[in-house]
């Protein structure tokens, strides 16, 4: 399985820089990772909706690029389906059954996805009702993707 995380911006904070190498690392043994971050856009303070929908747009235009055919792309985003660890991990194991061999995951920019690439995904996620900083969200997303193969192989993780 093969999982490609694509997302906006770089990681400015060691700690996050951090954590996302040590989850990556231990994905190593469930998964081909790879981490993909495309530039962000400046966002002017007091811009409009207007400009924030081109921001998305530019962003969104950066983040298809790299979504290769054929892969199964899910979008973190409000307003997407909640699950519990359990469920994510059943759903990730229902596609590998599927056949799906490549997994997409798509983190927005300060401002989110493009209304493009929402309608493009095959499907949306949300992790909580609450608003997180999308450099944290990498981390709470790698987090969960190694708790669920951790699921599907019967292993020991904290509840």
Do not use: W
Not at 4 to 21: D, F
């Amino acid at each position: 399985m093969k999982i490609t995380v694509l997302c906006v911006g770089k990681i400015k904070e060691s700690y996050l820089r951090e954590a996302i190498a040590e989850y990556s690392k231990r994905l190593g043994g469930y998964c081909d990772l790879e981490i993909v971050e495309v530039d962000d856009e400046k966002t002017p303070d007091g811009a409009g909706e207007k400009a924030d929908r081109k921001i998305r747009k530019k962003e969104g235009e950066r983040l298809a690029r790299h979504i290769p055919d054929g892969a199964y792309v899910v979008a973190t985003a409000i307003g997407g389906k909640e699950y519990t660890s359990v469920e994510f991990s059943e759903g990730l194991e229902n596609l590998m059954v599927d056949g799906v061999s490549h997994i997409v995951f798509i983190i927005g920019g300060s401002l989110g996805l493009s209304e493009e690439v929402l309608e493009s995904s095959d499907a949306r996620i949300s992790f909580s009702r609450m608003t997180f900083p999308h450099q944290l969200m990498r981390v709470i997303l790698l987090e969960q993707i190694y708790r669920a193969f951790r699921i599907m192989k019967g292993e020991p993780y904290h509840k």
